[in-house]
T-cell receptor
Framework: GESVGLHLPTLSVQEGDNSIINCAYS??????FIWYKQESGKGPQFIID?????DKRQGQRVTVLLNKTVKHLSLQIAATQPGDSAVYFC?????????????FGQGTTLQVKP | EAQVTQNPRYLITVTGKKLTVTCSQN?????MSWYRQDPGLGLRQIYY???????DKGDVPEGYKVSRKEKRNFPLILESPSPNQTSLYFC?????????????FGQGTRLTVV
């Protein structure tokens, strides 16, 4: 079946450094991808999204890159702060894309060292 | 304020005692779903609903039931809970249609079955 996976379960970075969280997806027909952040004791929250007709999208301190050739998605966080410590999930919206269905990856825990 | 509200937040119960976790959203979304979150497995979809009286199985539906009598409510029912259903549960309400699919999550329900 289809799945969305993350390469590393845990990523530890120094405060102020840039973080890169990776995700591999398997459904080449998926055309919409989202990154979620889950802080301790809370539900996942939307960070940034990207459609398959783009290869890069920037937000505030975050950038999502999409490589459709190798079905790879990444989230880059610039100048990582302690408040960025959380679990990050990628999600894909498989076809038919108007159903609302999202398939989530396993998550990467980002630890920010002061 | 856009919200997804689940109750209870924490629940300890005994094997076989029926329970219901409630979920309510105020965004008039058609698509709602339930996920369970377990260490190393990410978010797995239990059931989803594309509209009132329209429900379908997700990836891990065994041991669960749902109903969708009203658009805003989507309760999760465990008729005879077992210890392997000990988990963290999230309800999500999702926009859908062309352009964007974003899931709004509740705060989670931590269920322990002894």
């Amino acid at each position: 079946g289809e799945s969305v996976g993350l390469h590393l379960p845990t990523l530890s970075v120094q405060e102020g450094d840039n973080s890169i969280i990776n995700c591999a997806y398997s459904n080449s027909a998926s055309d919409y991808f989202i990154w979620y952040k889950q802080e301790s004791g809370k539900g996942p929250q939307f960070i940034i999204d990207i459609r398959s007709n783009m290869d890069k999208r920037q937000g505030q301190r975050v950038t999502v890159l999409l490589n459709k050739t190798v079905k790879h998605l990444s989230l880059q966080i610039a100048a990582t702060q302690p408040g960025d410590s959380a679990v990050y999930f990628c999600a894909e919206n498989p076809p038919p894309s108007n159903t609302g269905k999202l398939i989530f990856g396993q998550g990467t825990t980002l630890q920010v060292k002061p | 304020e856009a919200q997804v509200t689940q109750n209870p937040r924490y629940l300890i119960t005994v094997t076989g005692k029926k329970l219901t976790v409630t979920c309510s959203q105020n965004m008039n979304h058609e698509y709602m779903s339930w996920y369970r979150q377990d260490p190393g497995l990410g978010l797995r979809q239990i059931y989803y609903s594309m509209n009132v009286e329209v429900t379908d199985k997700g990836d891990v539906p065994e041991g669960y039931k749902v109903s969708r009598k009203e658009k805003r409510n989507f309760p999760l029912i465990l008729e005879s809970p077992s210890p392997n259903q000990t988990s963290l549960y999230f309800c999500a309400s999702t926009t859908r249609g062309t352009g964007k699919t974003e899931a709004f999550f509740g705060q989670g329900t931590r269920l322990t079955v002894v």
